[in-house]
């Protein structure tokens, strides 16, 4: 029996349609991961660098649109607005120059491996490779530092994404 809780209480029609596309990402990444492990390649082996560059072009992308690359509040203009807030049904537990903490209460990437049966232990590593993303966005700011906490992967009720100032 599964350890993990994911239960989506935001339907509406562009929120449900925005996670449809991010399962089917998430889809797809799972099938390219298992015909790599058929084929006897360790996933933490080629995965995370791969997500990690992703997460790159978007710390980029999101350091062009700011004024002062150093400012935390900036930086929460860029990463988690609009309809991403509803999608991942993040909740912004402190926003300041020193601190951008969220949780998210509900991941469709997760929910997409749930629906193809994928075990809690992989869901795990497919979750924390998934984060090298926000790692990488992450790194495109040297006065960030990102910490991953509990997450819904490991079968706690929210993701902890936590953004300090260095």
């Not at 300041?96 to 991941?107: A, G």
């Not at 992450?138 to 991953?148: D, H, I, M, N, R």
């Amino acid at each position: 029996m599964t350890k993990i809780t994911n239960e989506a209480t935001i339907d509406e029609e562009i929120v449900v349609e925005v996670r449809n596309a991010i399962e089917h990402r998430a889809t797809w990444m799972y099938f390219l991961m298992e015909e790599a492990r058929k084929r006897g390649l360790d996933w933490d082996d080629f995965a995370r660098e791969a997500i990690k560059q992703t997460g790159c072009i978007h710390g980029e992308r999101f350091k062009a649109l700011m004024q002062d690359e150093t400012s935390l509040e900036e930086f929460e203009q860029v990463f988690a607005v609009g309809t991403g807030r509803k999608v991942f049904e993040m909740e912004v537990l402190a926003e300041d120059e020193e601190k951008y903490y969220l949780d998210f209460h509900y991941c469709p990437l997760v929910k997409a491996w749930q629906k193809l049966g994928v075990s809690d232990e992989d869901i795990e590593q497919l979750c924390d490779i998934a984060m090298d993303g926000d790692r990488g966005i992450a790194s495109q700011f040297p006065t960030v530092k990102f910490t991953l906490g509990e997450t819904i992967a490991q079968g706690h009720p929210v993701c902890q994404i936590r953004f300090n100032k260095k």
